[in-house]
C-alpha cells in the first residue's frame, strides 16, 4: 500500500456578515478553541449536508 499525501484546496472568498453574527461566532470559536475560520467552514458544511437531507425527502 503506497502512503498519498494529499493537500486540501482552499480559496480567498470575501463575505459580508452582520456584526452581530460575527460576534456570536467569533465568541463562540474562541469558547471552543478553533479559529473564526474553521467554525464558519464547519456551520457551511452542517447546514449543506443537513439541506440535501431535506431536498431528497
Given amino acids: 500500500m503506497e502512503f498519498i499525501i494529499k493537500k486540501p484546496t482552499s ?3 470575501t ?3 452582520p ?3 460575527i460576534e456570536k461566532i467569533s465568541k463562540l470559536a474562541a469558547e471552543q478553541e ?3 475560520n474553521q467554525l464558519v467552514i464547519q456551520c457551511c ?3 449543506l ?3 440535501n437531507k431535506k431536498k431528497d425527502k
Fill in 15 to 17: 463575505v459580508r456578515m
Fill in 34 to 36: 478553533i479559529s473564526f
Fill in 11 to 13: 480559496s480567498n472568498r
Fill in 49 to 51: 449536508e443537513h439541506l
Fill in 45 to 47: 458544511e452542517f447546514a
Fill in 19 to 21: 456584526d452581530d453574527l
